[in-house]
């Protein structure tokens, strides 16, 4: 059931939650964005969200995002695209959406800068990462990172702005803070040979904090500001 709370107020308390969790880690705010999850949300809620002050929305499903963006085409937002990527749907991705967070195999990265059109300026490229080697899960495995960076790095329509990961949602929160503290091994060393890497999308509604105190710069928030959802994904 949907709060009938404002979602200014919600809006509010999640910015509030960011900048505790900054504060406890010895960080500025500004070094975390605010990304809102706004799957299965109707466009309404959406454009409520712009009126708050969110700027950045995440969308999993290509044909539902489509609706959403053409209807909200006037107002000044940056669409991430966050969802698994089916071959298909690659063309309309990369015209539709700022950034892809959900990149994580070489087929995809081929596509993706092939058909990023050239009047749009670079589309911004996240390498996904399985952390916890979840068989049905998307993402790439540790060990593949070097290499899909590199082939970012060979399309012009592409810039590789770092990394994101979704643990386990088994996980104890220790559990979930262990897999947080390696992604932000692994974006270190992937900073050693990419220096231009400035983003680290981990944490969600139930594990912000941690992901902060772990080093996440983008933290993707769908039910603290929205309600719970009705879907079952
Ligand atoms: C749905 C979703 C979220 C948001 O999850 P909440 O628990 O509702 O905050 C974040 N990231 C991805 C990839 C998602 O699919």
Redesign the pocket.
């Known amino acids: 059931m949907q709060s009938s709370e404002p979602l200014a107020a919600r809006v509010d308390q999640t910015k509030e939650r960011i900048a505790k969790a900054c504060t406890s880690a010895g960080r500025s705010p500004e070094t975390v964005t605010l990304l809102a999850?706004s799957?299965t949300r109707p466009a309404g809620d959406i454009e409520r969200g712009w009126a708050a002050g969110i700027r950045c929305f995440?969308e999993?499903y290509l044909a539902e995002a489509a609706a959403k963006q053409d209807a909200l085409a006037q107002l000044d937002l940056e669409w991430h695209f966050?969802?698994p990527i089916q071959s298909n749907k690659t063309r309309a991705i990369a015209r539709r959406f700022d950034w892809v967070?959900?990149v994580d195999r070489a087929r995809i990265i081929r596509r993706l800068g092939e058909q990023r059109p050239d009047e749009k300026p670079p589309l911004n490229v996240l390498l996904q990462v399985n952390i916890d080697d979840e068989p049905q899960k998307a993402g790439c495995t540790p060990e593949d990172i070097d290499a899909l960076a590199a082939r970012i790095a060979e399309f012009p329509k592409l810039v590789l702005r770092g990394l994101m990961a979704?643990p386990s949602a088994e996980h104890s929160p220790e559990q979930t803070r262990a897999a947080f503290a390696r992604m932000r091994r692994l974006f270190g060393s992937l900073q050693a040979t990419h220096p231009a890497i400035d983003t680290l999308s981990m944490g969600?509604?139930?594990d912000l904090e941690t992901a902060i105190a772990e080093g996440a710069t983008m933290v993707?928030?769908?039910?603290?500001l929205f309600g719970p959802?009705q879907d079952v994904g």
């Open positions: 999850v799957k995440g999993n966050i969802g967070q959900s979704i969600m509604s139930g993707r928030v769908g039910t603290a959802r």
